[in-house]
């Protein structure tokens, strides 16, 4: 565990060095805060849908909460997204207490339809009520300048070092569950649910605890990307296919239930998304999103297990906690 904490740690620490010296408003260190992103949330979803093979399609709901908490605490009330975050994590975790509550007994696609119909609903709810949410127009964060006190800088640059953090911070909490008593409690349920019960773990609160805390990072994932963006609106923070189904590829391409799974997910996602959309941008519409889907299909087909089977370190979190 301390050795892969340690790897972590010089990840976040080498992301940080290159920040720092890649032009701050460039088009490289935008897509290491990409990468990083990236890295998080599939990590986010990891905890629950990799160690208790509980997967969800509702991510984008507690991504969105977040996003939206913290920046309509700053605009409407100057609250500074520091003390924001903490509010919209708090709100998302009692959100998937109240969802989990009559979802967890569910299994395979209907856990999986319940948690989409609650990202729906969310975003219907942020679509309906724009003199709270901004509706379908979307919510702009005003510029201020360069502020460490409001998480505004004027190129890419000045996120890397929060982003890193969070993404160290996010990994660790993975770590830290899946090396101890919960995470065997978790890899339990996923082998077999009937026979952890039956074996005395309480899997309704097992499941309860994975769902809260990934719930909690997610938000705070959203509002790091409010500031990030600065602009957001219903459509991107709680899309489906943007958030929730995004985050499951990334740990899916990378190795489920595995440390460095969604981070070589991450890296692997994000580099071809933009390699494509680089090269093919002038040609026929389409053209580019079609293409990473056939490798998509081509790398699940190909290693099935993700591509964290191909590095050096096991696949499997029992093996990285070693």
């Known amino acids: 565990m301390k050795k892969s904490l340690l790897l972590i740690v010089l990840c976040g620490v080498a992301c940080v060095a290159a920040g720092a010296l890649l032009q701050p408003t460039g088009y490289a260190v935008r897509v290491l805060c990409l990468v990083l992103m990236a890295a998080s949330l599939g990590q986010c979803w990891n905890i629950v849908g990799g160690l208790a093979n509980q997967v969800s399609l509702g991510h984008a709901a507690f991504f969105g909460i977040g996003a939206y908490a913290s920046t309509l605490l ?8 520091w003390f924001g975050m903490p509010v ?15 979802t967890m007994r569910l299994k395979g696609p209907y856990f999986a339809l319940a948690t989409l119909a609650f990202g729906e609903a969310c975003h219907i709810v942020a679509v309906s009520f724009p003199q709270l949410t901004g509706g379908p127009q979307g919510v702009s964060i005003p510029f201020i300048g360069n502020s460490w006190s409001m998480l505004q800088f004027r190129g890419a640059g000045g996120y890397v070092p929060v982003l890193a953090a969070f993404f160290v911070l996010v990994c660790a909490v993975y770590q830290f569950m899946a090396s101890g008593r919960m995470g065997y409690y978790l890899r339990a349920i996923r082998e077999n649910e009937d026979a952890a019960e039956m074996s005395g773990v309480n899997t309704l609160r097992v499941k309860l605890i994975g769902g809260v805390v990934s719930a909690s990072l997610t938000a705070l994932a959203g509002s790091l990307f409010a500031q990030f963006t600065a602009f957001f609106d219903p459509d991107s923070v709680f899309s489906v296919a943007g958030i929730s189904i995004r985050a499951a590829l990334i740990a899916i391409v990378g190795g489920v239930g595995s440390l460095w799974g969604p981070v070589i997910g991450a890296v692997f996602v994000v580099l071809v998304e933009e390699l494509l959309n680089a090269g093919f941008s002038d040609q026929a519409a389409g053209v580019a999103p079609f293409i990473f889907g056939v490798v998509l299909i081509v790398v699940v087909l190909a290693r099935p297990q993700g591509l964290a089977s191909l590095s050096l370190w096991p696949a499997r979190t029992a093996g990285a906690a070693k």
């Open 74 to 81: 700053q605009i409407r009330w100057g609250i500074s997204p």
């Open 88 to 102: 919209g994590m708090l709100l998302a975790s009692v959100a998937a207490w109240v969802i989990a509550l009559p």
